[in-house]
């Protein structure tokens, strides 16, 4: 089955800078690659997904970039905010269901 | 519109005791999920729903059961309650539509903790 891989674990950065989340999936049937935001004390949110027939997304200013054939995909977070700190989880998905990596706990200091 | 909303938000069980958690959605969705996250885990698949009486096991369906008997609920049940499975558990819904099918909506969470 799929096994996702997420690195780093946490991830501190100062108000501003830019951040990025990377991950790697074993499945290569695997079309489908969305990033969830989770704020503490809440469920995880949809914030930007990738599917396998475009190399980047953008949405303001986070962007998701997938590279098929090293089965990897980054989520990049560019000028980040103190509202921008939260657990992220990248996922994949083909034929069978998401599976998650284990998380990015992302701290954004003032 | 409330989304997906899952009671109750916190409960401490005994061991060997039994609870059910709530799970509700509004948005006419077929596809239900729960899963339970533990810390530096991620998210794990319990059970899974495609419709109204149809379910199925995820990756970690032992100590759970679950029912499907209208579009809107899809409860879980743990029959004799082990301090493994204290945990935080998400109730997640989607369209069945194609496109919209892996993109989730989830719960608020519900924290057990088995003593």
């Known amino acids: 089955g799929e096994n996702v891989e997420q690195h780093p674990s946490t991830l501190s950065v100062q108000e501003g800078d830019s951040a990025v989340i990377k991950c790697t999936y074993s499945?290569?049937?695997?079309?489908?690659f969305p990033w969830y935001k989770q704020e503490l004390g809440k469920g995880p949110q949809l914030i930007i997904d990738?599917?396998?027939?475009?190399g980047e997304k953008k949405d303001q200013r986070i962007a998701v970039t997938l590279n098929k054939t090293a089965k990897h995909f980054s989520l990049h977070i560019t000028e980040t905010q103190p509202e921008d700190s939260a657990v992220y989880f990248c996922a994949a998905s083909g034929f069978q269901k998401l599976v998650f990596g284990t998380g990015t706990r992302l701290l954004v200091s003032p | 519109n409330a989304g997906v909303t899952q009671t109750p938000k916190f409960r401490i069980l005994k061991i060997g005791q039994s609870m059910t958690l709530q799970c509700t959605q509004d948005?006419?969705?077929?596809?239900m999920y729960w899963y339970r996250q533990d810390p530096g885990m991620g998210l794990k698949l319990i059970y899974y729903s495609v419709g109204a009486g149809i379910t199925d096991k995820g990756e970690v369906p032992n100590g759970y059961n679950v029912s499907r008997s209208t579009t809107e609920d899809f409860p879980l049940r743990l029959e004799l309650a082990a301090p493994s499975q204290t945990s935080v558990y998400f109730c997640?819904?989607?369209?069945?539509?194609?496109?919209?099918?892996?993109?989730?909506?989830f719960g608020a969470g519900s924290r057990l903790t088995v003593l």
């Open positions: 948005m006419n969705h077929n596809y």
């Open positions: 499945d290569s049937a695997s079309n489908y």
């Open positions: 990738i599917r396998s027939n475009v």
């Open positions: 997640a819904s989607s369209s069945d539509r194609e496109i919209q099918a892996n993109v989730l909506t």
